[in-house]
Nanobody, 127 residues
Framework: EVQLVESGGGSVQAGGSLILSCTAS????????MAWFRQRRGQEREGIAA???????FYADSVKGRFTISQDNAKKILYLQMNSLKPDDSAIYFC?????????????????????WGQGTEVTVSS
């Protein structure tokens, strides 16, 4: 079993930055695929960034060039650096994990493919 706990959400003005963290514990290993999803109000959960089991990173077009995913394997912490935030980025952000998974495109970053989830942290971007 893997436990994930997100932190770092909050309120920021458009153009600002936030960094989210996700601390993993339990039965984790270096082969896990780690990802960030978000769910805007009234919309489905969408995958926005991932580090696959091979270490390759993937970004959704909506965040490419503005968000950066990274991880500290020793501390088992996943990060999401979010820059140039827009009101449309307002959502609940979730950390997720899957064992031995590779993300090559958006169809590999669907919520149903990830078995472990954090509770979410809310980000609000005001204009």
């Amino acid at each position: 079993e893997v436990q994930l706990v997100e932190s770092g959400g909050g309120s920021v003005q458009a153009g600002g930055s936030l960094i989210l963290s996700c601390t993993a514990s339990g039965d984790t290993d270096s082969q896990m695929c780690m990802a960030w999803f978000r769910q805007r109000r009234g919309q489905e959960r969408e995958g926005i960034a991932a580090i696959g089991s091979d270490g390759r990173m993937f970004y959704a077009d909506s965040v490419k060039g503005r968000f950066t995913i990274s991880q500290d394997n020793a501390k088992k912490i996943l990060y999401l650096q979010m820059n140039s935030l827009k009101p449309d980025d307002s959502a609940i952000y979730f950390c997720a994990a899957a064992a031995r998974w590779w993300v090559r495109g958006p169809n590999d970053l669907l919520p149903e493919l990830f078995g472990y989830w954090g509770q979410g942290t809310e980000v609000t971007v005001s204009s």
